[in-house]
């Protein structure tokens, strides 16, 4: 089965220092990999994909993400957290078993970051 | 201009209700998408539509109704809605959608939904 996993509910860092929130996933063939944003009372937000090419993926804001196909990861990171880096996190691959029009986006179930000052 | 407009922001309704959410995009993008989303969960995909087409219904209740009546505009008609309908509904759209799907997805504020 296809399936997206964000193995941590809450991830706290403080402010300054580097950041990940990790991302595994399962799907047949080329993995298409998304990492969305969502602020407090907002929509969500783009943040990078990867497709194809480079695996090391620069997006958003500052932050990159690590493909990794042996360990089927896609850790989004950081060098610098900001306060404002504060919101849920969600990984999303694309699906990969329906080829035609029902090809919809298998989300995690999110990550919490929390920025300390 | 790449912003998903959806209204109204917040909407409180009766059981006994009709109303409708309105989403608009003018970034000449052929997909687009209603998602429905619980407080710190993840969207739970409802329609798509592609090239106005409607292309996925993840089996959702009748009491929602989408309809697009053109590529811009996208629209969520509610009835007899349920309490446990209330929720966040986020509308998206993608350059493409379907076979392709391989582009970032532009996401509304949401349209923040009571039921009472």
């Known amino acids: 089965a296809q399936s997206v996993a964000q193995p941590e509910d809450q991830v706290n860092v403080a402010e300054g220092n580097p950041l990940t929130v990790k991302c595994t996933y399962s799907v047949s063939g080329n993995p298409y990999l998304f990492w969305y944003v969502q602020y407090p009372n907002r929509g969500l937000q783009f943040l990078l994909k990867?497709?194809?090419?480079d695996n090391l993926v620069k997006g958003s804001y500052g932050f990159e993400a690590e493909f990794n196909k042996s360990q089927t990861s896609f850790h989004l990171k950081k060098p610098s957290a900001l306060v404002s880096d504060s919101a849920l996190y969600f990984c999303?691959?694309?699906?990969?078993?329906?080829?035609?029009?029902?090809?919809?986006?298998?989300w995690g179930l999110g990550t919490s970051l929390a920025v300390n000052p | 201009d790449t912003e998903v407009t959806q209204t109204p922001k917040h909407l409180v309704m009766g059981m006994t209700n009709k109303k409708s959410l309105k989403c608009e995009q003018h970034m000449g993008h052929r997909a687009m998408y209603w998602y429905k989303q619980k407080a710190k969960k993840p969207p739970e995909l409802m329609f798509v539509y592609s090239y106005e087409k409607l292309s996925i219904n993840e089996s959702v209740p009748s009491r929602f109704s989408p309809e697009c009546p053109n590529s811009s505009l996208l629209n969520l008609h509610l009835h007899a809605l349920q309490p446990e309908d209330s929720a966040l509904y986020l509308c998206?759209?993608?350059?493409?959608?379907?076979?392709?799907?391989?582009?970032?997805?532009?996401f509304g504020q949401g349209t923040r939904l009571t039921v009472v």
């Open positions: 998206a759209s993608t350059l493409t959608g379907g076979p392709l799907l391989n582009t970032e997805a532009f």
């Open positions: 999303a691959v694309r699906d990969e078993l329906n080829a035609g029009n029902n090809r919809k986006l298998i």
């Open positions: 990867y497709i194809t090419g």
